[in-house]
Nanobody
Framework: QVQLVESGGGVVQAGGSRRLSCEFS????????IGWFRQAPGKEREFVSA????????YYADPVKGRWTISRDNDKRTVYLQMNSLKAADTAVYYC?????????????????WGQGTQVTVSS
């Protein structure tokens, strides 16, 4: 059974840093791409970053490029999202998701399994 559990959310001041974790279970997930998405109140869920199952490919949305880093430790069954230089506009619920096809897609509909989300609030 595939499960993804996010952690690390909370309140952080603008300009600060936060690291999110996504712990996954299920043997096949080590071969899946893991993506991070976020959803702010009243907005659509949007792509943030993704990493391939073998960690060789990473992808970032333009708003976070150069500020954030995605990484993965398959031995620990965890994907991390290091968020630096946080802005008020980064406030959202952050979700991780697994994509069986391992494309690292930016499209919500192509992900097969989702976590419950973790809230990140950036205070200005």
């Amino acid at each position: 059974q595939v499960q993804l559990v996010e952690s690390g959310g909370g309140v952080v001041q603008a300009g600060g840093s936060r690291r999110l974790s996504c712990e996954f279970s299920g043997r096949a997930v080590t071969k899946c791409a893991i993506g991070w998405f976020r959803q702010a109140p009243g907005k659509e869920r949007e792509f943030v970053s993704a990493i391939s199952g073998d960690t060789r490919r990473t992808y970032y949305a333009d708003p976070v490029k150069g500020r954030w880093t995605i990484s993965r430790d398959n031995d620990k069954r965890t994907v991390y999202l290091q968020m630096n230089s946080l802005k008020a506009a980064d406030t959202a619920v952050y979700y991780c998701a697994a994509e069986v096809k391992d494309d690292g897609s930016a499209f919500v509909g192509l992900y097969d399994y989702w976590g419950q989300g973790t809230q990140v609030t950036v205070s200005s």
